[in-house]
């Protein structure tokens, strides 16, 4: 998540991420707004459906 995200709660996006049931969970928070997630996320991102979906 963006922490200083412009369209997206804060609060409302930590409660979804505390609302998942599932025992590996990461939570990513990087500052700054909605278009600047760092490239790297974008790895994770990857490498956590390459995990779980194949």
């Known amino acids: 998540m963006q922490w200083d995200d412009e369209g997206n709660d804060r609060q409302l996006a930590l409660d ?4 998942f049931g599932s025992t590996e969970k990461t939570l990513h928070a990087n500052m700054g707004g909605h ?8 790895d994770a991102g990857n490498r956590f459906f390459a995990r779980h979906l194949t």
């Open 16 to 19: 979804l991420f505390d609302a």
């Open 35 to 42: 278009t600047g997630v760092p490239w790297f996320e974008g």
